[in-house]
C-alpha cells in the first residue's frame, strides 16, 4: 500500500496503522479484539457497530472518555486506553 | 374496587405517598391515573429530597419530617428507588451571596438544620473537582436523593399489596358530590363510590379541582434537566449555587436558572435547574441548554469534555404564594387536595401524605397544617387564613 | 447563501446534491462520515480504485462522489455531525459541529438523506467482543481495510448477507457457515420484479460466484441463536439452530468461529426528520420511516427526504429517490425544472423490487424467545430481560416508554438506536399485546440527535 504508517498506543502497546485508518480498525488489526469493559458486569466488549452508531468500541482517547474505536482516526503518537467503565 | 373509602387521583410520587400513608392506616384506596405510574412531573424531576433550599418556615418543618419519612419508607417497603443520603453542598463565589448564605444557614441550624461551613480547602475535600475559584460552601448532610419515577412505582406496587388498588389509563371527568359533599367520581371508563377523592394530580390539580365544581389557583413552571453520558464519580454530593435558592422564591416570568449538579447511582450527571412561566410550551429551547451547560462547566471545569445525552422538560406546578396545598376544599368536603409542591414534590411527598392521611383518620398530624390550606385561596383571591 | 442544505452523503444525497446543482440551486451537503459515499460506497484508506474489486457497483458511486466533488455549486462538509434541529414557522435550524466548533444552519430547503444502519436482534452472548453486524465487518473491510477475523459466520436475513460473505472470503478469510433466516422460495412469488430488475439479480450472482468459490454453501433456515466466550472473554463458538418459518427453535448445532456477523436487515435513522416534526409512520417491516408525497417531499412544506429513511429500499431506489427530490428542491426555490416521467418510472420499478425484498426477508416473532432473563437487552446500560420483565410484572410499566424509563434500558450513549426497536417487541410480549404506532415512533424520537460535549454546547450562541 502506498500510505504511510503511523504509531499510536493502547495501553502499554506500540500500534501501527496506516493514515486514515480508525483506531478500532487498527487495534483489531493488531488482534486487539477487546476495548473495554463495561460499568456495571464488567463484561468486554468490542466492536459491534463499525460505523459510529452503537457506542460499544468506547476508548480513553489522550485522558478523554467514551471515544467511538471504530470512528477515531488513528493519529501519530495518539495515547489510548482501555476504557474500565467510564473511567480511564 | 367500586367502592373504595378513598380515591387518589395522580400516580405521580405525591399520589403515591399520600396511598402509601392511607393504606398503613388501614384505609382500603383506589389510585387513579390517566397514564402510566409517574408520567406527569414525577417523571421529569431529579429527585431531590432537600432540607437546604428553604428558610425557616412551615415548609422547612415539612421538609424536615418529609426527608426523614423517605428512610423510614425505604425501610419499610423495601427499597429499589435509589435513595441516597449523599447530601448537598451549596456554594457561592460572590461576596453577597456568601454573607446570605452565611445568615440562611445559620437560621436553619437553629431551626433543626444539620449545616457544616465549609472552607477553600474543607470544600476541596468534599468536591475535589469543584473550580479553584469556589472559596465558601455550606455542606447539608440531610440532603437526599431517590430515583423518582421508581420510588412512585415501588410505593405503587406497596400499596397494591397491602390491599390498595391501582388502575391506569382512566381519566376522571367529573367528581361527584351531593350537598357540598363528594359521593364518588366518574371516568372515561367507569364510575366509582367513595367519601373521599385526593386530588393528587400536581401542574392539572386546578383542572380537577374545577371537576368538583371548584377552585385551585395551581399554574406550571417549566424546568429543563440535562442528562450527560456516564461520566467518572467527578461530583460526590449534590451542588448548588446559593443563587438557587433566590429564584426557587422568585415569581419572575422570564427564565432563570442556576446550576444544580450531582451524579447519580448509574453514573450519569443531572445538571438543573432552569425555571420559566411558559404554559404547557413544550418547544426545546436551546439557549437554555447551552446556559446550563455553561453555568455547570464554571462550577465543575471537569465537564467540559462530558457529553450532553438528553434533556428533558417537566412541568412544575406552583401556586401563586409557592406554597404547596395540602389540606381539605374550601368549598368540596371530601374532596383533599396535595398539589403544588413546585419542584420539591419528590422531597416532600411523604410529609403530605401523612398531613392528608391524619387529618382524614382524626388524628393529630405532626404539624399544624393550615399554612398549607387550600383554604388559603378564594375565588382567584389569595386570603389570609 | 445556500439555497439547498442536503444532509448525508450517501446513493440518496449525492444523487439529489447533483440534480439540485444541475438545476441551478446552490448546495451545501453535510455529511458526518470522513468520505463521501455513506455505508453503501465506503471508501478505503487506500486508493478507491484498488477496492472495485470489493464492490460490484463502486463505478456509480465513484461516477457520483467525484461529478458532486467537481461541482462548484456544491459545498461539502464532512465529518460534520448535527446534534440538534429545529423548525420554527417555515424556519429550519440545523446546529452542526464542524471542525471542533458549532456552526448553526439556517435554511427553508433541506433535503433528509440520513440513511439507515443494520437492525440486530438480541440473543444470548450478542455482547460478546466478536460478535458484530455485517455492516461493521464490511466497514472495516472497504473503510479500514482489515479483515474482522479469520473464521467468519455470516448470518440473519436479507441479500447484505452475500456482500458481506464475498468480501470475506476475497480478503482471505474463511467463512465457516453462511446461513439466512428465511427460505429462498419467498421469492418465487416476485417473478416479474426479479425481471424488471435483471441488474439486481446480476449483482446477486456476482456475490454467489464469490462465495461458492470459497467452498461455502449458504444454508437457508438457519439462525445463530447464542454466542459462546472463551476464557479470555472474546467469542469462541456460536449456537446455530433449524428454525420454522416463525423463526422458533427446532435443532441446535455449536460451531467455532471468531467473528460472526449477524445482520436483520436495516434500522433507518429518522432522528434529524422526527426533531424537525416530520411526520414518522410504521412501514411494512414496521421499522419506522418518514413520509413522504410523490415528490418526495415531507408535511413540512420545503423539506424533503430521499433514501433508507422513507422506507428501506437499497442503494438503487435510494438513487432515484434522491433524484427527485433534488430536482423537487430545486423547484421549491425557483428554478425552472420538472420531475420527468421517466425518473417516476425508474423509482417505482425499483420499489416494487424494494417491496419484494421485505416480503422475501421478514423478522418473524419467533427471535423474542431466543433472549433469557440474564441477556442483555441494552448494550449501553446492561439492562437485561429479566430487568425488563421486572419492569412490567412488578413496577406496572404498561408501555416501552415507562418500562425504559424504569430501567434505563435505551438511556445509554447509542440513545437506544441498538436496542429501542427490540424493546418495543420484547415489552409488548410481556404484556401480551401488540405494540401501536405510538410505541414505535416514540422509541425514535430523541430531541440530542447525537451526543455533544458539553464545552463545546457551552461555547455556542
Known sequence: ?88 | MKNPDAIVIGAGVVGACTALSLANAGIRVLVIDRGPVASGTTGAGEGNILVSDKEPSPELTLAIRSRDAWFEIDTDIGGGFELEAKGGVVVSRITKGISDLKKLASLQKENGVETIELDASTLQEAEPFISKDVNYGVLYPGDAQCQPMLAAAQIIRAVKKRGGQFIQGENVIKINSNSGSVVGLTTDKNTYSTPIVINATGTWAGEVAKLAGSYLPIMPRRGYILVTSPAPKFINHKVYDADYVANVASGEADLQSSAVIEGTASGTILIGASRERVGFKNDLNIAILRQLARQAISLFPVLTNIQLLRAYRGFRPYAPDHLPVIGEDANVLGLWHAAGHEGAGIGLAPATGELITAQITGNVPFMDPMPFSPKRFKGGEHVAV | MHNVVIVGGGPAGLSAALAAAAAGAPVLLIDSNSRLGGQYWRNSVDELENQNEQHFDLATGLLLINAVKARKEIEVWSEAQIWSATNDEGKNTLRVIHQGKEKIVNTANLILCTGAYDRTLPFPGWDIPGVMTPGGVQSLLKGHGVLAGKQVVVAGTGPFLLPVAAGVIKAGGEVVSLIEANKSRRWVSSFIVILENLSKIKEAFYYIKTISRGKVRAQFGYAVIAAHAADNGELESVDIAKINRNFKVKKVKNIKCDVAAIGWGFTADTSLAGSLGCKQVVAKDESVVVWVDSEQQTNIPGVFAAGEITGIGGSDLSMAEGVIAGIAAAKFVGCKVDISKAHRKRRAKRQRFANALIKAYPIKTGWQLWPNDQTTICRCEEVSLGDLKFSVEELGATDSRTAKLFTRCGMGLCQGRICGRSVVDLVAKELNVLPTDIDRISAVNRPIITPIPLGVLAQGE
Do not use: H, W, Y
Open chain 1, 1 to 88: 500500500m502506498s500510505q504511510s504508517e503511523i504509531q499510536f498506543t493502547f495501553d502499554d502497546k506500540t500500534i501501527s496503522a496506516l493514515s486514515g485508518q480508525s483506531v478500532g480498525a487498527a487495534l483489531l488489526a493488531a488482534n486487539q479484539r477487546s476495548l473495554r469493559k463495561t460499568r456495571f458486569n464488567k463484561d468486554k466488549r468490542g466492536i459491534f457497530c463499525g460505523i459510529g452508531v452503537c457506542f460499544d468500541c468506547l476508548v480513553v482517547v489522550d485522558g478523554i472518555t467514551n471515544q467511538r474505536a471504530c470512528i477515531i482516526e488513528a493519529k501519530p503518537g495518539m495515547k489510548v486506553q482501555t476504557q474500565d467503565g467510564s473511567n480511564a
